[in-house]
């Protein structure tokens, strides 16, 4: 039996706007337990950065977050920016999209290391760094001691994510957020750093929210999913109900849009139109416009959240039906 | 296709181009060679700062090289034949990576897809009626004409890249990365527009990217590079099914695949791509190969034609004896 480590319900973030107010995230509900790694998947624009974001308490102002967030049994949301401080480095830790702006190149590596533990850990700088020192080798940085004195330029990207990945667990958090790490960087490169965050979650239980936009890589690494599409989560469950057997008609199309190895070519699908601007999303179900399984009934009402086993849940009017399709197949 | 029995368009042959820094000479490119025939697309592919932009900068005459040949429907320029000598432009278009800083945001699309018909002439009303058509092809309306490049989305500007890149006909086009700012959605629609389009006027492609998906989908040959040279070469679905060289297999190995049966197999490429500056002696990816043996780290391995099609530059190749 897992414990939940992170636990989101009712998220919602607002824009307030001078004539309408921009509704980023819309409702959206999951949950991570320890040593889990939980995918969540979109395309731009659909809130993934955003859910990060508000899990840090970092939404910048003006917006509005509503619902709940909570991280350890401790709520974020309200809680004075103090709290959150002490919380952000040592209970939740984030990497971020391109290493090499997450680093400061004016100082070395280990400098940087060093002030970030002991701004959490009541440690000498001594001592900071040889827990620096064992950090970098559990992320198998080649030369460990030689790179402490490096800048960041001196360090290749793949590097840096690793250095990165090692100064976020240095002060042994519960959670780690990771926005798209590996997007700047190399396929061969990507391949080491999603088999060094498994690693991580497998051996030390750390609970991961890996945001990505490459299905590959959540099939590689999760072991649940959730898609994201304007502000809310359509489909969740485990990533072989979601990836094998997807039931929203996004999902479905998202997996076939993706151009993979040894597949014959006409099969590729694209889905027609954009996502839609999220100061203007249409009543009913926000996919509608770009689904060919869309009724009348998607247009008026908000779909139901459909639940099958597994925890595997649907938020779309004709679940059920593709459901019994799949079944009979 | 079989670069012997057709006719190659563009016929690249022996291209170096070396970069003297402070800390000692880059060989961006150690000896490219490769032929593209008319209506074929031909994937490059590597990693960063293996050369591909480079080998694309040298095509467009956008960089200078040091030695080898260029050579467009025959005809051939040389390094330093004379510095003003480009490769013949208008037979070449382009289309970068990232559509927001490739478009002059303070250029209407009339103007960005029209600049390159005035260069040849064309005004007014014929300038607007051939915009108009260049814009239809790639799948816009004739009310995009006066919109500015902001008010697209990165798809509609990724089209209106291509439209320009259309618009003096040229017979190859090279595409450096043009999905890989795009959501996944939007680049199933552009690589459909590049495969109908290639099929309407029969233009070739010289595609860089490092996707492999999507090599597999729109080439129809492929060259894989590392370190400034072209490791293996072939056709897409020979290459992919039986590649020969270790670093292909490295990369095919490394890519995502959606399938979670599939998870958690083996461990991943060690190492990184070594800096151009200190190149391995040897084979330069002899450091990170698991079959490397002392030949390899003492020899460098030439570019082998290895029948179908097909070469490689390695002297332990995989599988040779499989397909045989």
Not at chain 1, 32 to 42: D, I, N, S, T, Y
Not at chain 2, 213 to 233: F, K, P, Q, T, W
């Amino acid at each position: 039996m897992s414990s939940t480590v992170l636990q989101v319900s009712g998220l919602g973030v607002t824009f307030p706007g001078l004539f309408r107010s921009t509704s980023i995230l819309r409702g959206i509900d999951f949950e991570v337990a320890a040593g889990e790694v939980l995918g969540l998947v979109g395309e731009s624009g659909c809130g993934k950065s955003m859910t990060a974001s508000a899990c840090l308490g970092l939404v910048p102002s003006p917006g509005l977050v509503t619902g709940s967030i909570s991280i350890d049994g401790q709520q974020v949301i309200g809680r004075p920016e103090s709290e959150l401080r002490t919380m952000r480095g040592s209970r939740v830790a984030m990497i971020f999209q391109n290493p090499m702006r997450s680093m400061n190149p004016f100082f070395t590596l280990g400098r940087q290391m060093i002030d970030v533990i002991c701004c959490h850990r009541s440690v000498s700088r001594l001592e900071a760094r040889s827990l620096a020192l064992s950090d970098l080798k559990a992320v198998r940085i080649p030369d460990a001691e030689l790179a402490l004195e490096k800048y960041p330029h001196q360090l290749s990207g793949g590097q840096i994510q690793r250095a990165l990945i090692a100064l976020a667990l240095s002060c042994r958090p519960r959670l780690l957020i990771a926005d798209e790490p590996t997007t700047a960087l190399d396929v061969t490169v990507q391949a080491q750093i999603v088999s060094l965050i498994r690693r991580l979650a497998d051996e030390k239980g750390l609970a991961v929210l890996f945001i990505t936009h490459d299905l590959g890589i959540v099939s590689q690494l999760c072991d649940s999913v959730a898609v994201m599409y304007a502000g809310r989560i359509v489909e969740k469950g485990s990533v072989e109900a979601v990836i094998d057997h997807p039931l929203h008609p996004y999902t479905k199309k998202l997996l076939g849009t993706v151009p993979t190895i040894g597949r014959k070519a006409h099969e590729l699908v694209s889905i027609p139109g954009n996502v839609p601007d999220p100061a203007l999303v249409p009543p009913g179900c926000a996919f509608r416009d770009r689904c060919d399984q869309a009724t009348d009934i998607c247009g008026e009402t908000q779909p139901p959240t459909s639940m099958f086993e597994q925890d595997h849940t649907v938020l779309c009017h004709h679940a059920v039906r593709a459901r019994q399709i799949t079944e009979s197949q | 296709m079989n670069p012997a029995s057709t006719p190659s368009l563009l016929s690249v042959a022996g291209l170096r181009k070396v970069y003297t820094t402070r800390n000692g000479t880059i060989k961006a490119l150690d000896g490219v060679s490769f032929d593209i025939a008319a209506g074929e697309t031909l994937a490059l592919v590597g990693e960063s700062g293996c050369g591909k932009s480079t080998l694309a900068s040298a095509l467009l005459g956008l960089a200078s090289f040091d030695a080898g040949t260029i050579a467009i429907d025959g005809d051939a320029i040389t390094a330093r034949s004379n510095w003003t000598k480009l490769p013949p432009r208008r037979d070449v278009g382009v289309v970068f990576q990232n559509p927001q800083s490739s478009l002059d945001p303070k250029m209407t699309i009339r103007s960005i897809v029209g600049e390159p018909l005035q260069m040849v002439g064309a005004r007014g009303d014929a300038l607007t009626r051939r915009v108009t058509g260049l814009l239809s092809q790639v799948g816009l309306g004739p009310e995009f004409l006066k919109r500015y490049p902001h008010q697209l989305s990165g798809g509609q500007q990724q089209r209106v890249a291509i439209a320009r890149a259309l618009a003096l006909e040229p017979r190859i086009l090279i595409l450096d990365e043009p999905t890989a700012a795009l959501d996944v959605s939007v680049q199933a629609q552009i690589l459909k527009l590049l495969k109908a389009l290639q099929v309407r006027t029969n233009v070739s492609y010289l595609f860089i990217t490092h996707d492999l998906g999507v090599v597999d989908y729109l080439a129809n040959r492929v060259a894989v590079m590392y370190l400034g040279r072209i490791v293996e070469s072939g056709p897409v679905a020979d290459v992919f099914a039986d590649p020969r060289h270790p670093y292909t297999q490295a990369l095919l190995d490394a890519v995502p695949v959606i399938d979670p049966s599939r998870r958690r197999q083996q461990a991943p490429l060690d190492g990184e791509v070594p800096s151009p500056i200190n190149r391995p002696s040897g084979c330069s990816f002899s450091p990170r190969c698991r079959w490397a043996t002392n030949a390899c780290r003492a020899h460098d391995p030439e570019l082998c034609e290895d029948g179908g099609g097909r070469a490689n530059a390695c002297f332990h190749p995989l599988n040779v004896g499989k397909s045989a």
